[in-house]
């Protein structure tokens, strides 16, 4: 088991900047490569973005390449999202997940997920 709590949402203006975390307990943390999905008002959990076991490879969705930034911390067992410029648009639940696959974009490939954290973009 892999327990995932993220933290870090809350509000902002459009092109203000958030920082999410995921801290990760139970079974090591390196053995998992990350990733962070949204779920916007009324629309279905979307891929946002991955990381390998290492850190080494990034992915991410088109919406957010340039603005958001994926990271990890494997001595504190910990995920980042760094969000820059953020949009009305990027207004959703975030959530972290863990995943046994790297690079993989759909929630079926992730088998451990954290319980979201809100972010909301006024403009």
């Known amino acids: 088991q892999v327990q995932l709590v993220e933290s870090g949402g809350g509000s902002v203006h459009t092109g203000g900047s958030l920082r999410l975390s995921c801290a990760a307990s139970?079974?090591?943390?390196?053995?998992?490569?990350m990733g962070w999905f949204r779920q916007p008002p009324g629309k279905e959990r979307e891929f946002v973005a991955a990381?390998?076991?290492?850190?080494?490879?990034?992915y991410y969705t088109d919406s957010v390449k340039g603005r958001f930034a994926i990271s990890r911390d494997n001595a504190k067992n910990t995920v980042y999202l760094q969000m820059n410029s953020l949009k009305p648009e990027d207004t959703a639940v975030y959530y972290c997940?863990?995943?046994?696959?790297?690079?993989?974009?759909?929630?079926?490939?992730?088998?451990?997920w954290g319980q979201g954290t809100q972010v909301t973009v006024s403009s």
């Open positions: 997940a863990a995943s046994v696959l790297a690079g993989v974009r759909t929630v079926y490939d992730y088998r451990y």
């Open positions: 139970g079974r090591t943390f390196d053995n998992y490569a």
């Open positions: 990381i390998t076991w290492s850190g080494s490879v990034k």
